[in-house]
């Protein structure tokens, strides 16, 4: 319990300060700051901690693999933000990445 409070502060900290970032200076500034590493620093310390180093850099590894989905799941909201508006691309990529999770998946099996 004390891991996911630690990971839900971590989060919303994160959340919030980006979005300050981004309103006060400059969007692409906030975004280049939201992919800091907080969330994936204390998830591979807890579960180190919880079952060891082999575990940490597997996790590790399907990071790697889910920029994958990720990626295709961003340039969807780049590319069809302006044309059929923001929320309708977000459910989109969100769509694109759901179906690309599992490819990631198999694919991570095969090379990692």
Same mark, same amino acid.
């Given at each position: 319990?004390?891991?996911?409070?630690?990971?839900? +502060?971590?989060?919303?900290?994160?959340?919030?300060?980006?979005?300050?970032?981004?309103?006060? %200076?400059?969007?692409? %500034?906030?975004?280049?700051?939201?992919?800091?590493? *907080?969330?994936?620093?204390?998830?591979?310390?807890?579960?180190?901690?919880? #079952?060891?180093? @082999?575990?940490? #850099?597997?996790?590790?590894?399907?990071? #790697?693999?889910?920029?994958?989905?990720?990626?295709?799941?961003?340039?969807?909201?780049?590319?069809?933000?302006? @044309?059929?508006?923001?929320? @309708? *691309?977000?459910?989109?990529? %969100?769509?694109?990445?759901?179906?690309?999770?599992? #490819?990631?998946? @198999? +694919?991570?099996? +095969?090379?990692?």
């Amino acid at each position: 319990m004390h891991e996911l409070l630690i990971r839900f +502060l971590i989060g919303g900290a994160v959340i919030a300060g980006t979005t300050w970032i981004a309103e006060l %200076f400059d969007p692409k %500034f906030g975004g280049i700051i939201a992919n800091i590493p *907080s969330a994936t620093i204390v998830s591979l310390l807890i579960l180190e901690n919880a #079952v060891g180093d @082999k575990a940490a #850099v597997s996790f590790a590894k399907g990071l #790697v693999i889910g920029n994958i989905p990720w990626f295709a799941y961003i340039f969807t909201v780049i590319l069809f933000t302006e @044309k059929i508006g923001l929320v @309708k *691309s977000l459910a989109l990529g %969100f769509v694109l990445w759901l179906l690309l999770v599992p #490819v990631a998946f @198999k +694919l991570s099996q +095969l090379i990692l």
